[in-house]
């Protein structure tokens, strides 16, 4: 199986470098990223999207026809629109996000710019998301830091950071499990 992960990353850190350095020679590196990012979130929004681009019964035919209408109604053109059909006519489609994942960390790493996935129960009070990206940019060295907030009420409150590799649980969901495994164990 990790056999299997490593020839999908290595397959997408390919394509994704290739993409890259044609988006960089285009001087079109942010505006790719743009459109791979609103691609990806058509994905992440829609089974039906999900299901064309992970199955392998469709056809690359029928993929890139399905594509040509998802692209041209978000209004995804140019080197992007190009590349998510050349995947499609490759057969690499299943791939795709993990293409998308390698394209945005090297746009990032070339911007001086780090991604920090955030977990709160609630809404994020614009003076604390300011406080949360300097301290993080600390953290980072000074970089850049592009928050991805979420909300998730499950965790009762306090939050959750994930930055790069490096993962921070402060969710009070996380400390009453914790007090509560204490407890089993003195009981």
């Known amino acids: 199986m990790a056999q299997a992960e490593d020839s999908v990353s290595g397959v997408a850190g390919r394509y994704a470098s290739a993409l890259y350095d044609l988006a960089t020679e285009k001087r079109a590196a942010d505006d790719v990223a743009a459109a791979l990012d609103k691609f990806q979130a058509l994905i992440d929004g829609s089974d039906d999207l999900k299901r064309l681009v992970r199955s392998p019964v469709f056809s690359a035919q029928e993929q890139i026809k399905a594509l040509d209408a998802v692209l041209d109604k978000a209004q995804i053109s140019g080197i992007a629109a190009n590349f998510i059909r050349l995947v499609a006519s490759k057969r690499r489609l299943f791939v795709i996000s993990n293409m998308i994942a390698a394209y945005r960390s090297l746009n990032d790493k070339a911007k001086g710019r780090v991604r920090a996935d955030i977990t709160v129960a609630g809404p994020l009070k614009p003076d604390h998301e300011t406080a949360l990206r300097e301290a993080l940019a600390g ?22 950071v994930k930055l790069g590799s490096r993962m921070v649980d402060a969710s009070v969901r996380t400390k009453l499990n914790s007090i509560r495994t204490r407890m089993k164990e003195v009981g």
């Not at 850049?144 to 306090?158: A, R």
């Open 139 to 160: 953290v980072t060295g000074g970089k850049t830091v592009d928050l991805n907030v979420k909300t998730d009420p499950s965790i009762i409150g306090g939050l959750i």
